[in-house]
């Protein structure tokens, strides 16, 4: 196939704002060629394979910074875009997911032996990170608070979760009560009002 790239920016586009114009770039190719298209979103990214795969095109999403992905659709022909139908394009997004906070308030999980307990919130915290789905936020507070902070057993798992995006948020009037503020080591601190505002949004709250 001969070279024949387009590239559209539609950073700061709204859906289906990326997959019209992608639409409308590949009807103007009239021929085999790609559309590289750079949006800020996954939604956008989700789509735009959905359009492709329906154009009978192939596609690629290559993400280039952290939010940032390059989607590259590529025909083989030339592909048939009706007039109007770009404008027609909807956002066939999946479901949305359930807004999953987790609140948590001890460093053991339920009553008992102690030991025990924080054996348990050890396995439940490394479970979150198996989870397909995985919670929006982790509130940590009262006792809660020393399992964000250095020393605490759960910190790699804390860790990955973080980096897969999860928010973990540790009330801050509980650090300053414990005296660890400066040993925090894992998300952010934050106040009664976002933890208020965390769990007010959230579709789901689990409590271990």
């Given amino acids: 196939m001969s070279e024949n790239k387009l590239v559209i920016d539609a950073r700061g586009d709204a859906c289906p704002i990326p997959v019209v114009k992608t639409l409308k770039a590949l009807g103007a190719l009239a021929g085999p060629g790609a559309v590289e298209t750079i949006v800020d979103n996954k939604v956008a990214v989700e789509n735009l394979t959905r359009m492709a795969s329906s154009k009978g095109c192939a596609s690629a999403a290559e993400q280039t910074a952290e939010k940032e992905w390059h989607v590259t659709t590529t025909a083989s022909k030339a592909v048939a875009v009706a007039a109007g139908e770009p404008e027609a394009a909807t956002c066939e997004v999946p479901a949305a997911k359930r807004n999953v906070t987790v609140q948590i308030s001890a460093e053991t999980m339920g009553t008992g032996d102690d030991l025990l307990g924080k054996k ?7 479970s979150l990170t198996q989870l397909e789905e995985l919670p929006q936020t982790i509130l940590f507070y009262n006792g ?19 980096d897969a995006g999860v928010e973990i948020l540790t009330c801050g009037t509980c650090t300053d009560f414990y005296g660890i503020t400066d040993k925090l080591a894992v998300g952010e601190v934050t106040n009664m009002y976002v933890i208020a505002e965390r769990l007010s949004d959230a579709s789901v709250v689990v409590r271990p």
């Fill in 120 to 126: 348990l919130m050890k396995a439940f915290i490394f």
């Fill in 144 to 162: 809660g608070a020393h399992l964000t902070c250095e020393g605490s057993d759960s910190l790699e798992d804390l860790k990955n979760l973080a």
